[in-house]
C-alpha cells in the first residue's frame, strides 16, 4: 500500500479501518481512519502511529517512501491506543533507542501503558525541536482530549498536527476537505459532541491561546478523519462557536424508550405539543437511535426531554446507559423534563428526573407518568406538558 | 503555602493565585479548598493532588 503525498516531502501512512462500526461505546457508521504523518527532511520524523491490529498496513506505507529503519524520531501527540498502538511494534522494528517525544504527562501515560523499554522524551509546551531545514513545535493541549494531548507545528511548512481535536470518524475515497465539502461537518459535529463535549472551556482557552500566537496554518491535519487544507480556518471558527453551548432557541428532543408503546405514545403527545407551540421538535427511540447519534442531536437542543418506562422499580436500561452517557459530557445551558408510562408503581420518571437535575440541567416540569396506556385524557396530559415545555423555552 | 500538582493531568494549583474561575480566590491554601472543589483542567477529585 503506498503512501498519500499530502505536501512536499509530507505523507500520510495512516490506516483507513473500513469496517469499524462501534468505537467504545460511539457509532462509526462510515468507519474512520488512523492518521500517522511521516516528514522527510534531514531527520525523518513519523508523527503519530496507528491502532496495533493496523501496524503492517502503516509500516508498508512508510516502506512505499523510506526504509523504516531510517527514521530519526517519533513523535506521539496522544497516549490513546488508536495513535499509540503500533508505538512498541515500530519502535521494535525500526530501532529500540528511537526516541519518542510526547507532552510531560505524554512521558507519564506511555510510560504507564508500555513500561520504560521505549525512549520517551518529554517537551515543554512550546519547545522546538529541528528536522533540518525544518521545524516541529508542541504545544501542550491537556484534556483535547485526555491529559497527554499536545499538538505539533510545522512552522516552516505552517502544517497543524492536532491529534484529536478537528477530527472526525470517517472513512471514504476523499482525503481532504476539498474533495468533500460540507459533507464532512456533521461528522465533524458527531465528533464534537460525543468526544469533546465536555472539554468546551479547555478548548476554548486553547483556540484563545492558538490565536494570541499567530501561527500561520494552511493546513490541519488530525489523527481521524480528512485533512484541512482547502479552509482550515473553517473548522477552528466552527469549534469556537461550538465551544460558546449555545443552544438552537427552538430545537427540543424527546428521547425515550418504550415496552409497549405506551411512552412512546406519550412522547408523540409531547413532540406534537411542542411543535403545536413553534418548536422544532423530533422523537428518539433509544432502541433504534443510537446513543452518540442522540447525543449529537442534544447538542444543541435548548430542551430535552427524557422518558423511560419503569422496569422492575427502576429505569429501563437503554435509558440508564443513555443518561449515563450524557453526564459525562457535562451538558449546559439546556432546559430537561422526565416523562414515562408505568404499571404498578412508576419510579422511573422521577429518577430521570433526578438524573437530569443532577446534572444541573434547568428542569421546567415536574416529572410526567400515565399508567398503562395513555388514554383520551392522558394524551392530552402529555399534549400539554408538550406545550408547557415550550412555553418554558421561549 | 505549597503548591499543589493534580496527579491526573499535571495541573499545578497555586495559592497566591488561587482558582478565580471557580470562585477560590488568590491566598487561599489548599487546605482550605472546599473538599467538593475539582482540578479545573481535568476535574479530578482533591484527593488527586499532591504538595508540588
Known amino acids: 500500500m503506498k503512501a498519500l503525498q499530502i505536501a512536499e516531502g509530507i505523507y500520510d501512512v495512516g490506516a483507513t479501518d473500513w469496517n469499524v462500526r462501534d468505537f467504545h461505546g460511539y457509532s462509526t457508521d462510515k468507519g474512520s481512519t488512523y492518521n500517522a504523518f511521516l516528514i522527510i527532511d534531514e531527520k525523518i520524523t513519523l508523527i503519530d502511529t496507528v491502532k496495533e491490529e493496523f501496524t503492517e498496513q502503516m509500516m508498508e506505507k512508510i516502506a512505499s517512501v523510506i526504509d523504516p529503519k531510517k527514521i530519526d524520531y517519533i513523535i506521539s501527540n496522544h497516549t490513546e491506543m488508536d495513535h499509540s498502538g503500533a508505538l512498541p511494534r515500530v519502535v521494535h522494528r525500526i530501532g529500540k533507542d528511537t526516541p519518542v517525544y510526547c507532552s510531560k504527562m505524554g512521558l507519564k501515560n506511555l510510560s504507564a501503558h508500555f513500561g520504560n523499554k521505549i525512549n520517551f522524551r518529554a517537551v515543554a509546551d512550546g519547545e522546538e525541536l529541528s528536522l533540518g531545514k525544518r521545524t516541529l513545535q508542541f504545544f501542550e493541549t491537556r484534556m483535547i482530549h485526555w491529559p497527554d494531548s499536545m499538538f505539533s507545528y510545522l512552522k516552516e511548512d505552517k502544517i497543524l498536527f492536532s491529534s484529536d481535536a478537528f477530527g472526525q470518524h470517517y472513512a471514504g475515497p476523499e482525503h481532504f476537505d476539498d474533495q468533500i465539502g460540507e459533507a464532512i461537518m456533521p461528522h465533524a459535529k458527531k465528533y464534537f459532541a460525543n468526544i469533546l463535549w465536555l472539554f468546551a472551556p479547555m478548548i476554548k482557552g486553547l483556540l484563545t491561546k492558538l490565536n494570541g500566537l499567530n501561527l500561520p496554518i494552511e493546513m490541519i491535519c488530525p489523527d481521524h478523519g480528512i485533512l484541512w487544507r482547502d479552509n482550515p480556518a473553517k473548522i477552528v471558527e466552527t469549534y469556537a462557536e461550538w465551544c460558546e453551548l449555545q443552544p438552537q432557541q427552538n430545537k427540543a428532543l424527546v428521547i425515550y424508550d418504550s415496552m409497549w408503546h405506551s411512552t412512546e405514545a406519550m412522547a408523540d403527545e409531547i413532540v406534537a405539543g411542542l411543535t403545536a407551540e413553534g418548536m422544532v421538535a423530533k422523537p428518539m427511540n433509544l432502541r433504534h437511535c443510537h446513543r452518540s447519534d442522540v447525543v449529537t442531536e442534544a447538542f444543541d437542543a435548548k430542551a430535552i426531554v427524557v422518558g423511560s418506562p419503569t422496569l422492575n422499580n427502576g429505569l429501563f436500561p437503554t435509558v440508564a446507559d443513555f443518561l449515563t452517557y450524557l453526564k459525562g459530557l457535562k451538558p449546559k445551558n439546556k432546559q430537561a423534563a422526565a416523562f414515562g408510562s408505568y404499571g404498578w408503581s412508576g419510579e422511573a420518571p422521577k429518577l430521570v428526573a433526578e438524573q437530569l437535575a443532577g446534572m444541573d440541567l434547568e428542569m421546567v416540569e415536574d416529572p410526567l407518568r400515565v399508567q398503562y396506556v395513555p388514554d383520551q385524557e392522558g394524551c392530552e396530559s402529555c399534549y400539554e406538558f408538550g406545550r408547557r415545555i415550550a412555553q418554558a423555552m421561549k | ?52
Not at chain 2, 2 to 26: F, H, S
Not at chain 2, 38 to 47: E, F, G, M, Y
Open chain 2, 1 to 52: 503555602m505549597d503548591k499543589y500538582v493534580c496527579l491526573v493531568c499535571g495541573y499545578v494549583y497555586d495559592p497566591e493565585v488561587g482558582d478565580p474561575d471557580n470562585d477560590i480566590a488568590p491566598g487561599t491554601a489548599f487546605a482550605d479548598i472546599p473538599e467538593d472543589w475539582v482540578c479545573p483542567i481535568c476535574s479530578a477529585p482533591k484527593d488527586q493532588f499532591d504538595k508540588e
